[in-house]
């Protein structure tokens, strides 16, 4: 692709130009020298990776997966389903552009990884995270691509207008899918309204995943796809702890 160029390369972290967006790479520490393919845990938004790996190392995750973190070209456009109310008072209304960030990630970024480096490129192979408005993003994905066989929302914006109702009126695009959610216990504290709603709206949304994944007969698979993780603190607390914590869970997927 001409619009793609490695822009610096520094041991296991890459930073690369994909398709126009600004993206970072980690390689686990033997893929040089392995041969190996290794999964790939996509990431919305720029990312610490080489501290998130090195914190899920020291939490005893093996870190045997790529990473790959791609900034948005507007957060609150790329990450959004559909137009909302602003956010904030003082920022515009978000455009809901998350359709197409998600077709730029799947035809464009994902086809060019696993064209370059040694990936498992199948959907149980392949997850997609966020934080924040990335993690209500990836969560999304599960109903408009079947080409991440595993997603990951930490400390999701779920409380967004509509978006429970929305998982309620449509089915996850991979029948086998596996969703990590986590959440601060004090996230609802927020004196946002809209906000506030965090923890109610996180527990809907795994309760709805549970309910459309598999029957009641099943419960013990269900808990093995669906993880609802509380983490300590508010919305920005120990933001690279809860990315190794989910990387964790996450690592025993793919």
Known sequence: MSDTKITRKKGMIQELQITGLSCGLFL???????????????????VPL????????????????????????????DFTPWSAPPIRRDENAPAGLADAYLQRLEER???????????????????????????????YAAYRTDRFGVVGS?????????????????????ADLKAYLSLGKKESESRN???ARVADCTE???????QKMMSAADS?????????????????????????????????KI
């Open 204 to 210: 809907r949304a795994r309760d709805i995943l549970l």
């Open 154 to 174: 930490l400390s999701g914006s779920l409380w967004y207008d509509g978006f429970c109702e929305y998982m309620e009126r449509h089915e996850p695009l991979v």
């Open 28 to 46: 686990p520490p033997d893929y040089e020298k392995s041969g190996r393919c290794y999964p790939v845990v996509y990431v919305n938004g720029e």
């Open 193 to 195: 309204p809209r906000m």
């Open 109 to 139: 970024i994902k086809p060019y990884v696993d064209g370059h480096y040694r990936t498992k490129s199948e959907p149980c192979h392949t997850a997609l995270i966020g934080y924040s408005l990335g993690g209500l993003a990836a969560l």
């Open 220 to 252: 013990n698979a269900r808990e093995e796809h669906v993880c609802l993780e509380w983490n300590e603190g508010g919305h920005f607390h120990e933001i690279p702890r809860r990315f190794a914590r989910a990387l964790a869970w996450i690592e025993k």
């Open 50 to 77: 080489k501290e998130i790996a090195k914190t899920a190392a020291e939490m005893g995750a093996d870190v045997d997966f790529i990473m790959l973190s791609v900034r948005p070209e507007n957060w609150n456009d």
